[in-house]
């Protein structure tokens, strides 16, 4: 996978980590009743999460452009391999880790953990995922 096709891949993940935390957030601040500080506390977290999903999406846009532009020139070695393609379960790991360590230093409750948290289920199925495809392949 090239730096591109892999970049694609890790902005992806991170958007999708951000949707979900977006809609958790999303999901908590409808029961918060309207007096409370903590109403102004999520839509606040809710800005930040969504300043970073734009700039994500705009990245991504510039991402898939190269990546494409690279497949139309034949410099890509597999342009029919798609963004979800399974990554190495080494790799999946080390980001689940990393996930695992970041998590326990954000705050309790904050847009940081809610994202955190998003990515550790996304990882947990993707090295599900992974795994499944390499014991069928050792069959």
Known sequence: MSNDTEAL????????DDLEAL?????EKRN?????HRLVELATQIEELAHRVLAGALGQRQLSQEVQAAAATGQLAD???????TREIKLILADWRDAERRLAEAAP????AASVEAEIE???GEYRTAFDEARRRDV
């Open 79 to 85: 342009p029919e391999s798609a963004i979800a393609d």
């Open 23 to 27: 809609e958790a957030l999303e999901e």
């Open 122 to 124: 996304r990882l947990r």
């Open 9 to 16: 891949r890790m902005t992806s993940d991170s958007l999708l």
């Open 32 to 36: 918060v009743a309207l007096g409370s």
């Open 109 to 112: 409750g904050s847009a940081a």
